[in-house]
């Protein structure tokens, strides 16, 4: 049963990485993403890695949320930005996205609670012996890739910079740009 689970989950992750590629609004595309590291952190729990599960979700579900957010906030334009949000999100636009999320909800209560220790072990590999700790992951993040770490630190620094500069109005660079002249 966990195969067939393994399957459909599988399928959701390729339909929902097409539909972000393919859809012409943002929005639905943001949607479309989280649905698809939902399932990917479904697939990493059914592996029996279920801190890599909790990291997928936390990381990526929680960090591409939280970017719309801010970017939603940077570019707020008053009442003209809230009746175009009101125009973009309909209900009726966002069913694939809620019908994936919830097949994936059923499917991971299923396992939950329905799936016996026995079946469940027999799906993850036999690691016991490499069984491998948040402190290992600790040491390793910052040990011998601590400079990944603060290059990859860096990087979403000068993308949040670049995002404030792209999001201010020209008006208001030009009229900084003439008062430097004075």
């Known amino acids: 049963m966990l195969e067939t689970i393994f399957i459909i ?16 609004n943002v929005v639905h595309a943001l949607l479309y993403l ?9 697939i990493f729990f059914i592996l029996g890695a279920s801190f890599a ?16 957010i801010f970017v939603t906030m940077m570019l707020h334009q008053g009442e003209k930005s809230l009746a ?32 016996s220790a026995d079946t469940a072990n027999s799906m993850v590999t036999a690691q016991s012996s490499a069984i491998i700790t948040v402190k290992d992951i600790g040491k390793q993040l910052y040990g011998p890739y601590s400079l990944l770490v603060v290059i990859s630190a860096l990087m979403l620094l000068s993308a949040l910079i670049t ?15 003439k008062g430097d002249n004075l």
Do not use: D, N
């Not at 989280?34 to 479904?42: N, P």
């Not at 599960?53 to 719309?68: N, R, S």
């Not at 009101?86 to 999320?101: K, N």
């Not at 059923?106 to 329905?114: D, S, T």
């Open 53 to 68: 599960a909790a990291l997928q979700i936390i990381v990526y579900a929680g960090a591409i949320m939280v970017l719309f």
């Open 9 to 24: 989950t599988a399928a959701i992750i390729l339909i929902s990485a097409l539909l972000t590629i393919t859809a012409h």
């Open 34 to 42: 989280v649905v698809t590291m939902l399932a990917i952190s479904l």
């Open 163 to 177: 995002a404030i500069h792209i999001s201010k109005s020209p008006a208001t660079i030009q009229i900084k740009a």
């Open 84 to 115: 175009q949000e009101r125009h973009l999100f309909h209900f009726t636009t966002s069913i694939t996205a809620l019908t994936l999320s919830s097949l994936l909800f059923f499917e991971l209560i299923y396992m939950l609670f329905f799936t």
